[in-house]
C-alpha cells in the first residue's frame, strides 16, 4: 500500500527527439507489475507511446515530444479493486497504490499521486505529464495531478482521454457522471466553468470558441429538450461541425460542448477541433520566419503558430518586420512571445 510495496527500477527514455529543454516530456511509470512482469510493462508501455504518437494532433507535434519510461516493480500484481463498488475486493500492495472505487465509482481509478509526481521529478525533473498505467484489466482511469490509465480493453484510448485532462486541463464532454438516471445532474446552474472544451453559454457571440464556428453553422446544433434524460438523437449537422451542442461535464442540460463527439466524451473518437486546439497550444512549436515580411502578416504568422506577437515600432500598413527574437527555427513553448521590431517605407 505504500513504497514500501515496491521499488523504481530504472528510467529509460524510449522516444528521443532531442533536449528535454524545449521538448515536451511524457513519463510513463507502471504499477502493480511484480518484478516478473516489468518485461510485460514494457511492451505497454510501448503500446501507448505508439498510440499517442498515432493521434491527431500529437502527430503533428511528435518531433517536439521525449517519452520516458520509468520501470517500478511492485510487490503484487494488479490494483485494489473495493467489493463496495462491485469489484472483486481483491487487495494488492503496489508502489503507488492503485486503487479503483475512488469516488464510490468503481472505474474511477486512482494512485498516489504524490508518490507519482516525487518519482517523476527525480527521474526526469523536466517533465510535462505523467502517466501511470496499472496492470489491470478492469475498465477504469482517472486525470488528476497524473493521468492513471488501467490495461482494459481500449488501454491507449483510456490514456490518452486521461492526459486531455492532466496535460491540457479539457473537461470530460459527456452529460453524466455515474449514470443517466442520477439526481442532481439535469440543469447545470453553477459559474461559467474553467475549461477551454465547455460552455454554459449558448450564443454565437459568447461562447469561448466563437471563432472556431463557421458563419454558416446553427448556434447551438443541438439543445435537450427533456434535462431529466440524456439526449441520444443524431447529430443533425455533418461529423466535426464545430457549434454548441448540449449536454456536457456531468449534466443534461445547462453546459454545451464543441462538437456532437470528441475524445472527452467517448474513447476511440478524435480529438473535437477545440480540444485539438488547446493541444497544440500546449506543445512547444516553431518559431516563424518573420523578417522581412510586413508587421500584419508577420502577427498572423506568429498567431498561427500558437505564440504572441510583440511589436516594437509601427504596425502600420507600410510597417515590416527587420529583426525577431527568438529566431527563426527556434523551438519554445507555446504562447511564448516573439519579439519584432519594424521600420515603415518600401523593403529595400
Ligand atoms: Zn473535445
Known sequence: MTTGDGAVVGTTQIVNNGPRTGRWNVVIMGDGYTSHQLTQYRDDAQRTCEAFFDTVPFDQKASFINVFRVDVRSTDSGADD??????????ARTYFDATFCSNNLRRLLVVN????????DDEV?????????????????????????????????????????????????????ASCEEEGHDDYTGAEPMEPNVTKASTRATIKWRDQILQSTTVPAMRNPDCSKCDRRPSPVPAGTVSAFEGARYFKCGLFRPEYTCKMLELGRPFCAVCRRRILRTLPTTVPSVRERSAAAAGTAVRNAGLNPRFIGSTGSNAWVFSQSPAAGTVVQAGSTVTMRTRTGPIP
Open 113 to 120: 499521486q504524490n508518490t507519482a509526481l516525487a518519482v517523476a
Open 82 to 91: 473495493p467489493a463496495g463498488c462491485g469489484g472483486t475486493g481483491a487487495t
Open 125 to 177: 525533473p523536466e517533465w510535462h505529464a505523467v502517466l501511470v498505467l496499472v496492470n489491470s484489466t478492469v475498465y477504469g482511469g482517472s486525470g488528476g495531478a497524473v493521468a492513471v490509465s488501467s490495461l482494459a480493453t481500449g488501454a491507449q484510448e483510456i490514456a490518452l482521454h486521461e492526459l486531455g485532462h492532466t496535460a491540457f486541463g479539457l473537461a470530460d464532454e459527456y452529460d453524466h457522471l
